[in-house]
Structure formats: C-alpha cells, structure tokens
T-cell receptor
C-alpha cells in the first residue's frame, strides 16, 4: 500500500524567508500527490495536486511543489513566507482508487 | 454553501454511550470518507463509500459503523464509546481521481 513520510515534524522560519517542506512517498505506480494545509481548529484545505504532466505544480497562496520521480519526492516550496502561513501541512498520496494516505504532518511556525 | 458539512462540530459525552456524527456533501461526488485525527495530528482513513457501497474498511473496531443512506450522506455511528475514541473525525468526499474535499471536523471528547 502507498505511504508518505514527512521527515520534519516542526519547522520554524522567519517571515519573508523561503520555505521548503519535504515529502517522500512510496507507491509502485504513478502516484497522485497532494499537499493540504490545516489551520488550528480547522479542516484540511487543498493547496495543490499532482496527477500527471508538468512536474512543477502551482497551488494557492503562492505555494508550489515539484514531483521528482527519481527521488520519490514531492516537496512543497514558497519563496517568501507570511505570518498567516503558520499551520500544519500534510502531504498525501493516493492510488487510482482514490485511497489516500497522509504523512504525519509538518508544523510550520513563522517568526516575526 | 458549505460543500462538506459535518454535525455536530463538538461532541462531549461519557464513556459507554452511543453517538452519531452526520456528514453531507453537496458536490455531487460519488465517494465519501471518514478519517480520524488523533492528538498528534495523525490522519488515518477509517472508511470510504462509493455510491453507498463500502470500499475501504481499515482496521477499525466494529463499534464503529458507517451508514450511507444515499451518495450525498455518510454518517458514523459509534457504540460503547471508549476514552481512546477521543479525536477529531473528518468527513471528506471526492470524485474518482480528484482531490478530496474535507469537512471542518467533529471534535469528540470522552469523559
């Protein structure tokens, strides 16, 4: 079955600095990959998805992610972090039956 | 115009009780899901239904019983609640090979 590893439990960055959140997946076929964000007390909001095609995908709120098959990775990036980006970020992988598995999440703290 | 709505948002009850959480989606999706998020934020799939048919049933105690009266609803009934059931439960829906849309969650606290 598919699985996801997010190596970083907690990351702290300064406001205005760049951000990269790591995600590695395990799946035998071409994966469907997602990044979701969860603010405290809220549900999950989709940031972006990769299904096929261009390996660099753009999402909402200025986020992007790059699919690298050779590294089984789908890292999330943002060039300049805003204080409102502080949240929990989840990477997820789904098979072609939409059975989606989440990573353990990375908590982002933004310093002023 | 909430896409995936769950009720109640908060549920506080005593050990041993039976409770239900309701979920409705107005997106026309064929598949609905229930996830459990524990205190460490780990999200785990519990069930999924496609057109009222059970598709995924992870290792979940049989005290948990999903019910799908139609493809727009997937309710979760829990019998004999235990302390370990305290968590946030999320409902989601999707079409095939499309991202899942999540509700805002139901925070269940067992006293």
């Amino acid at each position: 079955a598919q699985s996801v590893t997010q190596p970083d439990i907690h990351i702290t960055v300064s406001e205005g600095a760049s951000l990269e959140l790591r995600c590695n997946y395990s799946y035998g076929a071409t994966p469907y990959l997602f990044w979701y964000v969860q603010s405290p007390g809220q549900g999950l909001q989709l940031l972006l998805k990769y299904f096929s095609g261009d390996t660099l995908v753009q999402g909402i709120k200025g986020f992007e992610a790059e699919f690298k098959r050779s590294q089984s990775s789908f890292n999330l990036r943002k060039p300049s972090v805003h204080w409102s980006d502080a949240a929990e970020y989840f990477c997820a992988v789904a098979d072609n039956n939409n059975d989606m598995r989440f990573g353990a999440g990375t908590r982002l703290t933004v310093k002023p | 115009d909430t896409a995936v709505s769950q009720t109640p948002k908060y549920l506080v009850t005593q050990m041993g009780n039976d409770k239900s959480i309701k979920c409705e989606q107005n997106l026309g999706h064929d598949t609905m899901y229930w996830y459990k998020q524990d205190s460490k934020k780990f999200l785990k799939i519990m069930f999924s239904y496609n057109n009222k048919e059970l598709i995924i049933n992870e290792t979940v105690p049989n005290r948990f019983s999903p019910k799908s009266p139609d493809k727009a609803h997937l309710n979760l009934h829990i019998n004999s609640l235990e302390l370990g059931d305290s968590a946030v439960y999320f409902c989601a829906s999707s079409s095939l090979n499309q991202p899942q849309h999540f509700g805002d969650g139901t925070r269940l606290s067992i006293l």
